[in-house]
């Protein structure tokens, strides 16, 4: 079942979220200006076929000022000639991540929406950075029959997992799980042999634990190539 914390970085998958950003003065290299604003784009979010960043907030000349102010010029703040910007998600700048960490995440995506996932990963985190993640394997079987799954969906989820490497089941249904309610946001297991196969030789192998994580989940320690 779901481990007690869960917890993953990465970008939002809307078409907006919330963006911080370093706005450089090309004129004065060590002037910076920080902003807190909406970033919204059209078309894949790795390359968009439009974009703009909307300050909510400003950090200027040693004050914080409501970013509303720039947004009624004539030419917009985000868009004046002259600054350099650098986007950032949660103060860290996209695609240098050294580390991730996602506990009790893939064990709940659909496995197709997982290795999407794992593609964002691969994006934010820089070559040689590191991914930490767990999923239910074979030692989650014995762990939820434990913990009373029935012998016979057991029973066909290691029949899966032997057979085809994965299962899955949207097992939350219409409350959803913490407000959650997604038919891709459900319960999975997958097999060492068949996340390995999707995911080398993109990535590195640095440690297999099989139920590492509270005698349940396998853990993964992952290197991006």
């Known amino acids: 079942m779901r481990a007690l914390l869960r917890v993953i970085f990465g970008t939002a998958t809307l078409a907006a979220s919330v963006t911080v950003a370093q706005m450089h003065k090309v004129a004065k290299p060590d002037?910076?200006?920080?902003?807190?604003?909406?970033?919204?784009?059209t078309g894949d979010f790795a390359k968009p076929t439009a974009s703009r960043l909307i300050p909510v907030s400003l950090y200027i000349e040693g004050k914080i000022?409501?970013?509303?102010?720039?947004?009624a010029r004539p030419i917009p703040f985000a868009l004046l000639p002259g600054n350099l910007y650098i986007l950032q998600s949660a103060g860290v700048d996209k695609g240098t991540l050294d580390l991730a960490y996602a506990i009790s995440i893939w064990s709940h995506f659909a496995p197709g929406l997982g290795l999407s996932w794992f593609q964002e990963m691969h994006r934010l985190i820089r070559p040689g950075g590191h991914l930490v993640c767990t999923t239910h394997g074979l030692t989650s079987v014995a762990h939820d029959a434990a913990g009373g799954r029935s012998q016979e969906q057991s029973e066909e989820i290691l029949d899966a997992l032997y057979r085809q490497g994965s299962w899955y089941a949207?097992?939350?249904?219409?409350?959803?799980?913490?407000?959650?309610?997604?038919?891709?946001?459900?319960?999975?297991?997958?097999?060492?042999?068949?996340?390995?196969?999707?995911?080398?030789?993109?990535?590195?192998?640095?440690?297999f634990a099989p139920g590492r994580n509270q005698d349940n989940q396998d853990v993964y320690v992952l290197q991006r190539v």
């Open 170 to 207: 949207s097992e939350f249904g219409e409350e959803g799980d913490w407000g959650v309610v997604n038919p891709d946001w459900g319960t999975a297991f997958l097999s060492p042999e068949w996340l390995l196969t999707q995911l080398c030789p993109r990535w590195r192998v640095l440690e």
């Open 65 to 71: 000022e409501d970013a509303g102010i720039y947004i």
């Open 31 to 41: 002037q910076v200006v920080r902003a807190v604003g909406v970033y919204e784009w």
